[in-house]
Nanobody
Framework: QVQLVESGGGLVQAGGSLRLSCTTSGRTFSSYGMGWFRQAPGKEREFVAAITWAAISWSVINTYYADSVKGRFTISRDNAKNTVYLQMNSLKSEDTAVYYC???????????????WGQGTQVTVSS
């Protein structure tokens, strides 16, 4: 059974930084795409960032970002640790949400592209 556990959320002032982590278990991490989504109160869950997997060690790994976070957030992965990260810089109050990581053999920007989800971690940005 695939399991994902997020960590690293918290309260931060506007302009600050946080790094979220998502550790997976239950299958071959390196063969799955990984995504980060977020959901603010009263809003639908939205795409934040995604990273593909590499079929072979020298394959290019692609990253994708929502326009709202481009240039401020960075997604990365450490296959040896079965972990994906989301470095969030220059945080804004509108970044406040519950952040979820997700995984699937494919990589996409839609909620429906992913079959496996973590429980979420709260990020609150105070202005």
């Amino acid at each position: 059974q695939v399991q994902l556990v997020e960590s690293g959320g918290g309260l931060v002032q506007a302009g600050g930084s946080l790094r979220l982590s998502c550790t997976t278990s239950g299958r071959t991490f390196s063969s799955y795409g990984m995504g980060w989504f977020r959901q603010a109160p009263g809003k639908e869950r939205e795409f934040v960032a995604a990273i593909t997997w590499a079929a072979i060690s020298w394959s290019v790994i692609n990253t994708y970002y929502a326009d709202s976070v481009k240039g401020r957030f960075t997604i990365s992965r450490d296959n040896a640790k079965n972990t994906v990260y989301l470095q969030m810089n220059s945080l804004k109050s509108e970044d406040t949400a519950v952040y979820y990581c997700a995984t699937d053999p494919r990589t996409g920007a839609a909620v429906s592209d992913y079959n496996y989800w973590g429980q979420g971690t709260q990020v609150t940005v105070s202005s």
